[in-house]
C-alpha cells in the first residue's frame, strides 16, 4: 500500500493558500458575512413551499437552468440565451478563471484586480494557476484608474475584476471608469455587481450587449437568498458558449432553480428589503461616527471602519458580547479594518451599544 504523495501532487500556488474559515455558529448578531438581516417576505416562502411539494426527487434537475434564466431576463431586460446560472457567483467566477487560462506555453495567465477587493478573485485564480496582479486604490480608497490602465496595458490580464460596489471597502467604480477599462483590455473585464442593487445606479447588465469583453456578475445572496446558492453571469453567447463546455451539467439543484426563479419573480419584494437596509445604512453611518469609528462612505450592505489602531480589540469585545464582525488586518492601503454588515434596526442597536460600551469602558484592550 501506497501512501498519497501529496507535496508531488499539489500544485505550489495551492500549498501556500488558506481555506475559507468563518467564525462557527452561536452568535446572536451576524454582521460579517453581508447577508439580508430579513428572512424572506411570506409571500415568497409559501410559493416556494408549494413549488416543492410536487418536486420529481428522483429526476435530475433541468442542467440549463431554463425557467430560472427566464425568471432572470424578465427582471433584468436581458436575453436568456446572455444568461448562464451558477451555484452562488462563486461558481462562476472559478468557471471564468478555468475558461479563460489561455495557453500555458505564453506564460501563466494573469488576473488584475484592485486591492483591497473580494479575496476569492485571487484565491480562485491563484488556485487555477494565475498570476494575480494587484493594483492598490487610491487615497480614501478611491480607484486609481491611472495604475488600473497602466497595469491593463503592461501585463495584458485574461481577466480584470471588479466588485462594483467593492468588497470590503464600499468604492464605486464610476460609468467612465469602466469604460475606460472595456477600451484598454483585449481580455475579459468583469463587473462583479454582486451588492448593485444597493448603489442605487443602474446595472451594467444592459450593456452587456455592447462590450464582447464585457461580463456581470449578480448574485442572490446578498439580497436575501444566500442559503440557495443562486448566481448569475450576463455575457455574449460566444464567451458563454465556451464556458458552457466546463460547466458541470447539473451545476443548481431544482431547489435552487425553483427558490431563485420565485425570488426572481418577486423582485420587488426583495428590492423593498434592500431599501430598509439602504435606510439602515444612513442611520449606521451617522451612529458608527458618532460612536467614534472612522467610517469609509459605501455603496453596498457594508461599511468598512477603523478605530485608530484598536480593531482587533474591539472586534473581539464586539464578538464577546454576541456580535459577529468582520476583522480584515492588514489590509493594503487602508491597514487593519473591520467590516461591519448593514443588519436589521434591532441588530444595529445592539452594536450601535455595544460600541457605546466600549469607548467608555476605555476602549483598548478587550
Ligand atoms: C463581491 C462578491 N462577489 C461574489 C460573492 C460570492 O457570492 P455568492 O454567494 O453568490 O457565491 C461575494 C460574497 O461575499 C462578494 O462579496
Sequence with gaps: MSDLDLPRLLPESLVRLLAYSPPEGGYPVRLDANE??????????????????DMPLHRY??????????????????????????NGSDELIGLLLWTLRGNQDKGPPVIVVPTPTFAMYSVAAQAAGYEVHEVPLGPGLAPDMEAMLQAVR??????????????????????????????????????????GDFSGEESWISESASFSNLAVLRTLSKVGAAAIRCGFLVAGR??????????????????????????????????????????QRERLAMELERAGLKVFPSRGNFFLVQCDGREEALWRFLQDGGIVVKFLPRLPVAGDALRITVGAPEENDLLINRLKDYFTEGGTDA
Design 61 to 86: 434537475p433541468d442542467p440549463a437552468s431554463r425557467d430560472l434564466r427566464g425568471a432572470f431576463a424578465s427582471e433584468f431586460g436581458c436575453l436568456a440565451e446572455n444568461i448562464m446560472a451558477g
Design 36 to 53: 439580508c438581516p430579513y428572512p424572506p417576505d411570506p409571500v415568497i416562502l409559501e410559493e416556494i413551499r408549494t413549488a416543492l411539494e
Design 154 to 195: 503592461e501585463k495584458q490580464p485574461n481577466i480584470v475584476f471588479l466588485s462594483n460596489p467593492n468588497n470590503p471597502t464600499g468604492t464605486f467604480y464610476s460609468k467612465d471608469q469602466i469604460h475606460s477599462l472595456l477600451d484598454a483590455s483585449s481580455g475579459l473585464v468583469v463587473v462583479d455587481e454582486a451588492y
Design 238 to 279: 460566444d464567451l458563454l458558449e465556451e464556458v458552457n463546455k466546463v460547466r458541470f451539467p447539473f451545476n443548481l439543484s431544482r431547489h435552487t432553480q425553483i427558490a431563485g426563479e420565485v425570488f426572481l419573480r418577486n423582485y420587488q419584494r426583495v428590492l423593498s428589503q434592500v431599501a430598509a437596509t439602504v435606510t
